[in-house]
């Protein structure tokens, strides 16, 4: 499974975003995203905590492409230190740093990137760095984001806090690469706390101990047709997708749950239950993927993402959903459900299906030895 979202596919084809957009991409090639290096909860006046943080920005440029070097502060004070000789040195930090902000060109980029308590001293600092990413490229603003959350995660700073105290934050597509590199683990959580489910109620709802070994093993194959035929159909993994994945168990388990529970409600051979179930109930379970149909069709023809995913795995679920439930299971049941041979009942009897046997009690014989 691929997991991409463009956040464009949020807005109709025909709007006139999509031109503006494609239009960005082909001159300017790679954008310049702007982002925020902020270090809170952390003693500023502490040179091993300035050196930390350059150590930080470094890290993360050699591990993203960025188009120049990073607009901090704790670079420039710094070099600004170091160039004033000693007497600078010798200064406390909250005078070191006023003289800083006192030069005009400091004042002019720094005077805002600090934060302030009451008492004076500094909450949080923030630092500008560019980052070289392409708008339309999901795979390479993932790749950004884990090489970023790779580097703050081993600072030696961030170690034992909840919170890092040095983190990197851009606004517009770090949220949508953290929500792709999430989607697919919830995909396969949700999926299996689903099916897990659906085969403990199956256990306890339907009169026989088999059915949640019919269950689980349906359910799931069913499920990863669907999947797989998203992926042929050029659907990707993201959030709107996992909601319609999700939604679709229900659908898939009532198309065999309503087989499954007539089944173990009949007399008879297997051959005979299995036949008799689809006579009895076939056209109910057809006539309710087919309304399910009618109910969707309309957003085929709709020009949003949203609607055309929520119409494709739908219609998906519904065609793998019925052939699973009314040919595949069926033939299943009827060569390895469980077995009941007993006088066949009335609704066997009503369908006017023959039976498989015939009748002998030598042949009831073997059918209850099998």
Not at 337 to 355: F, L, T, W, Y
Request: charged share 15%.
């Amino acid at each position: 499974l691929t997991s991409a979202f463009d956040f464009r596919s949020l807005l109709p084809n025909d709007s006139f975003f999509h031109s503006f957009y494609d239009s960005i991409n082909n001159y300017f090639g790679k954008g310049l995203v702007p982002a925020f290096v902020y270090f809170r909860d952390v003693d500023h006046s502490d040179p091993f905590v300035r050196q930390e943080m350059v150590r930080y920005i470094d890290e993360i440029v050699e591990s993203v492409e960025t188009p120049f070097n990073s607009t901090c502060w704790v670079t420039y004070f710094e070099e600004f230190i170091e160039s004033t000789g000693d007497y600078m040195k010798d200064l406390p930090f909250e005078e070191q740093l006023d003289l800083f902000l006192s030069v005009s060109e400091a004042k002019e980029h720094f005077n805002n990137v600090f934060a302030w308590s009451d008492d004076g001293t500094i909450l949080f600092s923030q630092c500008t760095l560019g980052l070289a990413m392409r708008t339309n490229d999901t795979d390479q603003q993932l790749s950004v984001f884990n090489s970023v959350q790779e580097v703050t995660r081993l600072q030696q700073i961030n170690d034992g806090s909840t919170d890092s105290h040095f983190f990197l934050y851009e606004p517009d597509i770090f949220p949508l690469a953290e929500v792709l590199a999430l989607v697919m683990h919830e995909l396969y959580m949700t999926t299996v706390t689903t099916i897990a489910a659906v085969t403990l109620l199956a256990f306890l709802m339907i009169p026989h101990w088999s059915a949640a070994f019919l269950i689980l093993p349906i359910v799931t194959a069913v499920y990863i047709q669907v999947l797989g035929t998203m992926q042929l159909t050029g659907l990707t993994v993201n959030a709107i997708t996992v909601i319609c994945s999700v939604l679709t168990v229900g659908l898939i388990v009532d198309y065999v749950m309503h087989i499954l529970i007539h089944y173990f409600e009949l007399d008879g051979t297997r051959q005979e239950r299995a036949m008799a179930t689809l006579r009895s109930i076939g056209a109910s379970v057809f006539l309710g993927g087919f309304s399910t149909f009618v109910g969707i069709v309309f957003m085929a023809f709709c020009s949003t993402y949203v609607f055309y995913a929520f119409f494709t795995v739908f219609f998906i679920v519904v065609i793998v959903g019925l052939v699973n439930g009314m040919i595949f299971l069926p033939l299943l049941l009827s060569l390895v459900g469980p077995q009941k041979v007993r006088p066949a009942s009335k609704a066997v009897r009503d369908s006017g299906i023959e039976s498989i046997t015939d009748g002998s009690s030598e042949s009831d014989g073997v059918n209850s030895s099998s």
